[in-house]
């Protein structure tokens, strides 16, 4: 089995800033892609930035130049510095990796960490 599990959630003001970290373990032999999604109220889950196992990265729009992803292999470790938060970017912030694991990939999901930017 893998798990995925974030942290570093909380409340912040508008233009504060916020690290999330999100580390899978289990039965893994190769993560690929990692991502960060966000889902706000009433609204569906989208892309926030995903990061390859190369380190290449893509990010929204919505958040180009503020928020910056990264990752650490040897931990299985994924990272989201958001910065210049804004009331905007409210939401439940989920992780995905995909993992190869018994001869298969797989997509694995967070249970989610609550992100909360007061105007």
């Known amino acids: 089995q893998v798990q995925v599990v974030e942290s570093g959630g909380g409340v912040v003001q508008t233009g504060g800033s916020l690290r999330l970290s999100c580390a899978a373990s289990?039965?893994?032999?190769?993560?690929?892609?990692m991502g960060w999604y966000r889902q706000a109220p009433g609204k569906q889950r989208e892309l926030v930035a995903i990061?390859?196992?190369?380190?290449?990265?893509n990010y929204a729009d919505s958040v180009k130049g503020r928020f910056t992803i990264s990752r650490d292999n040897a931990k299985n470790t994924v990272y989201l510095q958001m910065d210049s938060l804004k009331p905007e970017d409210t939401g439940v912030y989920y992780c995905?990796?995909?993992?190869?694991?018994?001869?298969?990939?797989?997509?694995?999901w967070g249970q989610g960490t609550q992100v909360t930017v007061s105007s």
């Open positions: 995905k990796a995909d993992v190869t694991t018994r001869g298969r990939d797989y997509n694995y």
């Open positions: 289990g039965m893994i032999f190769s993560i690929n892609l």
């Open positions: 990061i390859t196992s190369a380190d290449s990265t």
